[in-house]
């Protein structure tokens, strides 16, 4: 029985075909990578599978009663909600049933013996709702993912839109889990997030028992959770049974098959084109190349899918600058609250630096030891906010950060 089948699907944007007739089946526990270069159109499946856009054409069917949880790449946080009131507003459901129950509540004291009736009963059902949900210990369950996203760190009263990256991405998917959805679409999840919580979401997907689609373009992740790969190319949707790995040794085979045949039918098509040049004056000859025309006009021809144009950078170069980029000293940066202590760093030049650490690492406060060890002594209290110097580079006068 399928979850979700769609049959069928066009979309495209202006005259671009983004799907052309494709086809699509998410079975029970199946685990899909739907994979593609930027652009192709995995977000726009995503939108429109969840009903956030409408295709042109064709069919979506979910099976009846099937919640499906989202996250979205582009997903925005409202301000002036706390990290608090958005894991909470996955119970939003049954916070609209609690207030439901109470007016039931309160018309009882006016309530005629037939309609007491039919209350007792109806808060009797809901109550039951509830407590199947957790609603009554929702607090605890809200605290226990934010402590396992690491979200408690930063403290749950503050504001979504203060937050980093990865942290924001931490609160979305915490709502996610908490909603305990049937089915997870996940867009780029581990966009942002530190390489402890890549881990983390790792082995939550590996032992999820029901079924998701995952759009990752990070190759070592996807390889490790999924079962099944869509590929999404040209506007048409190929389906592919193991992991990423697997997919390309199958696609890299299907597309050298393709040239192959490709090039076996060029060789051919010039053949007979030159047959048919060369002996369809003649009388003798006319019946043998009018026979290869037919069969030029009837071939199905193969056609290779187009080279996508490479992107194409140009860096203008300016002259060589003196051996130092920058130099800091004892610079903190931070917001309200130091995020560093003073650092008296340089770049020379030549130098290629990677920035690294996990999410929020500059919190004064941290519970996980393993990230304790990184981080920077707790803020003191005679620190001082400073912005960062604009640098300029000496030949040109540009900021170079
Ligand atoms: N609302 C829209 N209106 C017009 N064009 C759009 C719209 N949304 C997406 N597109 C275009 O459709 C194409 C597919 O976009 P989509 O976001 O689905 O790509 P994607 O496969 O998710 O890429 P990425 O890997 O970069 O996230 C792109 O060329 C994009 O510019
Ligand atoms: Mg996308």
Redesign the pocket.
């Known amino acids: 029985m399928s979850i979700l089948n769609v049959e069928k699907l066009s979309h495209g ?2 005259d ?1 075909a ?1 799907f052309t007739d494709v086809s699509f089946r998410l079975l029970k526990g199946e685990h899909v990578g739907f994979v ?10 995503m939108n429109i599978i969840t009903g956030k856009l409408m295709p042109d054409e064709g069919k979506i069917e979910w099976s009846k009663n099937v919640r499906v949880g989202y996250l979205d ?1 582009h997903a925005v946080l409202e301000k002036g909600q706390t990290i608090r009131d958005v894991l909470q507003s996955a119970f939003a459901f049954l916070f609209d049933l609690e207030a439901q129950m109470n007016g039931y509540y309160a018309e009882m004291a006016e309530a005629d013996e037939e309609r007491m009736n039919f209350l007792m009963e109806e808060t009797g059902s809901i109550q039951e709702l509830l407590e199947h949900h957790d609603f009554y210990i929702i607090d605890s369950k809200v605290e226990e993912i934010g402590r396992a996203l690491g979200l408690t760190d930063i403290g749950l009263d503050k504001d979504v839109t203060e937050l980093s990256g990865g942290q924001r991405t931490k609160v979305l998917m915490g709502k996610l889990l908490l909603e305990k959805p049937d089915i997870l679409l996940l ?2 999840p581990t966009n942002y997030l530190d390489e402890n919580h890549i881990e983390w979401l790792k082995r939550y997907l590996i032992d999820y028992e029901n079924a998701f689609i995952l ?1 990752s ?1 990070d190759i070592p992740f996807l390889n490790s959770v999924v079962n099944l790969i869509y590929h ?1 190319e040209n506007a048409e949707l190929n389906r592919y049974v193991g992991n990423y790995e697997k997919f390309q040794e199958v696609y890299e085979m299907k597309k050298a098959q393709l040239e192959a045949a490709y090039r076996k039918q060029q060789q051919e098509i010039e053949d007979l084109k030159d047959f048919v040049a060369r002996n369809k004056a003649r009388v003798a000859t006319r019946n043998m190349a009018m026979s290869r025309q037919k069969k030029l006009d009837k071939m199905d021809v193969i056609e290779l899918a187009k080279e996508k144009p490479k992107p194409e950078f140009n860096f203008k170069e300016a002259r060589a600058s003196g051996r130092y980029i920058f130099q800091t000293e004892d610079l903190v940066i931070g917001y309200d609250k130091p995020l560093s202590r003073p650092l008296t760093l340089s770049m020379e030049r030549g130098q290629k630096i990677a920035l690294v650490g996990a999410n929020g690492i500059g919190k004064p406060h941290c519970s996980n030891p393993s990230l304790e060890k990184s981080l920077p002594s707790a803020a003191k209290p005679h620190w001082e906010i400073i912005s960062i110097p604009v640098i300029l580079s000496r030949k040109r006068n540009i900021p170079i950060m």
């Open positions: 944007f202006g671009r983004i593609g270069a930027n652009g192709e159109g995995k977000s726009t499946f790449q867009d780029e759009i373009h999404v």
